[in-house]
């Protein structure tokens, strides 16, 4: 059975909803949701959406502090898309009825996270995305123009003489369909699920990415993946993510003597950027052979618990108090700054296909995002993107990198892993810290598995299992030989047999290009 509309959205997040929101003005819009309909990574954005909002702070500072934090990779251009158009956005989301905290004068509150120079971050306590997710879908389910399909997995983009026509998905019922549209965009978010230690939904596994290096798109950066430092680390407990903000507003990290550590390794202290304050923790515990903590015993628990209502109620879930109690930490996979590479109106290298939001790769966050910016992407460049598929078509002006063409991979072999088997190697030799040996045992593992799943489905349909295993093995292959190819350590890309950032060399962008056997 086939499905229509003038535009098609494959994914429920910010990017997606407000894309939606822009085109159903133009036409109808077909909306495809993996899970239930407000199951996203955007509802799991805990500590809030960066925008240039406060009397100390201006787009130019935003932009310095993105910029900064990119480690010398970001897009000019595209940063300052972000900071410039991203306030306008975000009053537009108050005007809407977004319910953000606000101070004594009525004002939004601002938060301050690691790498800003200035509080910047409105939030809604410590479930600002859950809080975005819920005033967009209001939105989107009384637009008579969009029509959203629920438990929608798509399977594969339909590409006809080199032009994106639509995708193929499965319902929850297991029955086949078809939607097709003259612009067809990606808004699948992350691939955390890549990895086994992650922050990120069971959702995201990278099918965006996948599907797109299926068509032959264009990918860039996917050797720099950003993992959290501190994510809950209780045995039995979910990998639960313990929100920067709570640093913003002074939790601290310790070791086990109870001493703070960060500034031993890095000058900015617990508020250093992520990448930095990962690998700061990954030193201590190899340091001491200990486990690392956040306290934050030292502030007003009242305070606490009004500010951070979910993860106390986690951490109390887990037999600990998040008020007065040290809750151990370590570090997990939790946001992919590479993707599918995108102009900054959404195209990519395959007409008529659009991305926006996580699964995409404008360069704005360069080698690592700062804090508090992947909502704002959602909304600024889920709304260009919304604005470019209403366009004539024309071809993707994409920013600069060093391309790399492989052939696929034929199919071959007979042993297929599981995703716990992918996940683990990925974790291990792909995770925070990465050689060269591991690497080439982690791409020669993930190009063995990756035959062998193209030889089981040579003669037969996906089926939506068999779909998250190619979809983690597919790109996880690609973050891999991202990271084997660049031999330097910058931003979320840590090689220990290269440690040191080499401008001379590397100061350019990776991308890749698939070329199908058939």
Same mark, same amino acid.
């Given at each position: 059975?086939?499905?229509?509309?003038?535009?098609?959205?494959?994914?429920?997040?910010?990017?997606?909803?407000?894309?939606?929101?822009?085109?159903?003005?133009?036409?109808?819009?077909?909306?495809?949701?993996?899970?239930?309909?407000?199951?996203?990574?955007?509802?799991?954005?805990?500590?809030?959406? $960066?925008?240039? =909002?406060?009397?100390? /702070?201006?787009?130019? #500072?935003?932009?310095?502090?993105?910029? &900064? +934090? @990119? !480690?010398?990779?970001?897009?000019?251009?595209?940063?300052?898309?972000?900071?410039?158009?991203?306030?306008?956005?975000?009053?537009?989301?108050?005007?809407?009825?977004?319910?953000?905290?606000?101070?004594?004068?009525?004002?939004?509150?601002?938060?301050?996270?690691?790498?800003?120079?200035?509080?910047?971050?409105?939030?809604?306590?410590?479930?600002?995305?859950?809080?975005?997710?819920?005033?967009?879908?209001?939105?989107?389910?009384?637009?008579?123009?969009?029509?959203?399909?629920?438990?929608?997995? $798509?399977?594969? =983009?339909?590409?006809? /003489?080199?032009?994106? #026509?639509?995708?193929?998905?499965?319902? &929850? +019922? @297991? !029955?086949?369909?078809?939607?097709?549209?003259?612009?067809?965009?990606?808004?699948?978010?992350?691939?955390?699920?890549?990895?086994?230690?992650?922050?990120?939904?069971?959702?995201?596994?990278?099918?965006?990415?996948?599907?797109?290096?299926?068509?032959?798109?264009?990918?860039?950066?996917?050797?720099?993946?950003?993992?959290?430092?501190?994510?809950?680390?209780?045995?039995?407990?979910?990998?639960?993510?313990?929100?920067?903000?709570?640093?913003?507003?002074?939790?601290?990290?310790?070791?086990?003597?109870?001493?703070?550590?960060?500034?031993?390794?890095?000058?900015?202290?617990?508020?250093?950027?992520?990448?930095?304050?990962?690998?700061?923790?990954?030193?201590?515990?190899?340091?001491?052979?200990?486990?690392?903590?956040?306290?934050?015993?030292?502030?007003?628990?009242?305070?606490?618990?009004?500010?951070?209502?979910?993860?106390?109620?986690?951490?109390?879930?887990?037999?600990?108090?998040?008020?007065?109690?040290?809750?151990?930490?370590?570090?997990?996979?939790?946001?992919?700054?590479?993707?599918?590479?995108?102009?900054?109106?959404?195209?990519?290298?395959?007409?008529?296909?659009?991305?926006?939001?996580?699964?995409?790769?404008?360069?704005?966050?360069?080698?690592?995002?700062?804090?508090?910016?992947?909502?704002?992407?959602?909304?600024?460049?889920?709304?260009?993107?919304?604005?470019?598929?209403?366009?004539p078509l024309r071809p993707a002006t994409l920013?600069?990198?060093?391309?790399?063409?492989?052939?696929?991979?034929?199919?071959?072999?007979?042993?297929?892993?599981?995703?716990?088997?992918?996940?683990?190697?990925?974790?291990?030799?792909?995770?925070?810290?990465?050689?060269?040996?591991?690497?080439?045992?982690?791409?020669?593992?993930?190009?063995?598995?990756?035959?062998?799943?193209?030889?089981?489905?040579?003669?037969?349909?996906?089926?939506?299992?068999?779909?998250?295993?190619?979809?983690?093995?597919?790109?996880?292959?690609?973050?891999?030989?991202?990271?084997?190819?660049?031999?330097?350590?910058?931003?979320?890309?840590?090689?220990?047999?290269?440690?040191?950032?080499?401008?001379?060399?590397?100061?350019?962008?990776?991308?890749?290009?698939?070329?199908?056997?058939?």
């Open positions: 059975m086939k499905v229509g509309g003038d535009f098609l959205v494959i994914g429920s997040g910010i990017a997606g909803l407000r894309a939606a929101l822009s085109l159903a003005d133009h036409g109808d819009v077909v909306v495809l949701t993996k899970a239930g309909p407000t199951e996203s990574n955007t509802g799991y954005a805990q500590g809030g959406i $960066a925008a240039a =909002l406060g009397p100390d /702070d201006s787009p130019e #500072l935003h932009a310095h502090d993105t910029i &900064a +934090a @990119g !480690d010398g990779l970001c897009v000019p251009e595209a940063v300052n898309v972000l900071v410039y158009e991203g306030p306008a956005y975000v009053h537009e989301l108050m005007e809407w009825g977004a319910e953000f905290d606000r101070d004594a004068s009525g004002a939004p509150a601002l938060g301050r996270e690691a790498a800003h120079s200035v509080r910047r971050v409105l939030h809604a306590r410590d479930a600002t995305g859950r809080e975005i997710s819920r005033l967009l879908w209001s939105r989107v389910v009384t637009n008579p123009r969009i029509r959203v399909f629920d438990d929608a997995l $798509a399977t594969g =983009l339909c590409i006809v /003489d080199g032009e994106c #026509l639509g995708v193929d998905f499965v319902t &929850a +019922a @297991g !029955d086949r369909r078809h939607a097709s549209a003259n612009a067809t965009m990606l808004a699948t978010g992350g691939a955390g699920r890549v990895f086994r230690e992650t922050t990120n939904p069971a959702i995201a596994t990278g099918d965006g990415v996948a599907m797109a290096a299926d068509a032959g798109a264009r990918l860039t950066d996917l050797e720099f993946v950003q993992f959290h430092p501190t994510v809950l680390s209780v045995a039995g407990a979910p990998r639960f993510l313990l929100s920067e903000a709570l640093r913003g507003e002074g939790a601290r990290l310790i070791n086990a003597s109870g001493d703070a550590f960060v500034q031993r390794y890095e000058p900015a202290g617990d508020l250093a950027s992520r990448d930095l304050v990962a690998r700061a923790i990954v030193r201590e515990i190899e340091r001491t052979a200990g486990p690392v903590y956040l306290t934050l015993a030292h502030l007003d628990a009242d305070f606490i618990r009004s500010r951070f209502p979910t993860i106390v109620a986690v951490c109390a879930e887990a037999g600990l108090d998040l008020t007065r109690d040290r809750i151990p930490v370590s570090p997990a996979a939790h946001y992919v700054m590479g993707g599918v590479a995108t102009d900054l109106d959404g195209r990519t290298s395959v007409p008529r296909l659009f991305a926006a939001g996580e699964v995409a790769c404008t360069g704005v966050h360069g080698a690592n995002r700062l804090a508090s910016n992947s909502l704002l992407e959602g909304l600024v460049f889920g709304a260009r993107a919304a604005g470019a598929m209403r366009e920013p600069e990198a060093a391309v790399v063409t492989y052939d696929a991979v034929p199919g071959n072999g007979n042993h297929l892993p599981t995703v716990d088997e992918v996940r683990d190697l990925m974790w291990r030799h792909v995770g925070l810290v990465r050689s060269r040996p591991g690497l080439e045992q982690a791409v020669a593992s993930l190009v063995r598995w990756s035959g062998a799943i193209r030889a089981a489905h040579t003669d037969q349909p996906v089926e939506p299992a068999d779909k998250r295993l190619h979809s983690i093995v597919t790109v996880g292959l690609r973050i891999a030989r991202a990271a084997l190819r660049r031999e330097e350590s910058r931003g979320g890309h840590y090689r220990t047999d290269f440690p040191v950032r080499d401008d001379a060399q590397w100061r350019r962008r990776l991308a890749d290009v698939t070329r199908s056997v058939e």
